[in-house]
């Protein structure tokens, strides 16, 4: 198995950085490519590593915020799998900001060959897209600084991931865990009904040293996950804890241009 960071918050020394993520996944045969950066730097940033786009066999969007999706404007005529959720409009409380993906569902539509769903979704054998992800712990996922267009609150119940089941065990793939890692996990093992979580590798939405952190790394710990890619939106103190709580585990930084091979 093989994923390629084509996008990530941190500029490596081949590829430039930006808010966001974009993954190329080589694995059971398929090339899959989950999220897309908010611009065209996944393009560009492929090309510098070999990777064709042309040839992917599908486009996973983890949810619908612009730094996961707006890059969609840039590509057309693939496969889309993605919640359903995923067009509606949402901003930030703080500033009224609009934080949605720029493309309609109705020019999704027109653009792709578009598949919505809710449910846990096959893209191979041992590939998933897990569509809707139930928020079952008293800790992830409470509280949340976005709202919908009608003032409601919007906790991103499209937020997803892909997970793929490996000889070693289970490699999750979240994009920004926004229903929470810990959740994430939990249901990817009733989806796959394996265990042994190998690899975690994306965005934990770990923004801050406090109580929910500490709970979600008890959680971790308790996994006894072997390798661990805490990328995008997990801040650098938290990466620091992970990695000094989580002692069995080993936790790598990962930059844009990176490539991981599993």
Known sequence: MKIKVLVENNSGDLCMGEKGISLYIEADDKKILLDTGETSLFLENASKMGVSINDLDCIVLSHG???HG???RFIRG???ICHP???IKRFRKRDDSYLGLHISLEKAKLKFDLTLSKEPYKLSENI???GEIPREN???SKTTPFKLENGEDDFVLDDSAVVITTEKGLVVIPGCSHSGVCNIIKYTKEV???EKVYAVIGGLHLLRLD???YKSIDFLKKENIDIFYPIHCTNKVVVEEISKLLNNTEVKTTFSGDTIIL
Do not use: C, N, Q, R
């Open 78 to 80: 693939k496969k889309l």
């Open 70 to 72: 707006d890059g969609l």
């Open 211 to 213: 109580d929910a952190t």
């Open 192 to 194: 796959t009904g394996v």
């Open 138 to 140: 008293d800790f992830e």
């Open 65 to 67: 915020h612009f730094d």
């Open 85 to 87: 959720d995923s067009f």
């Open 128 to 130: 998933f897209f897990l």
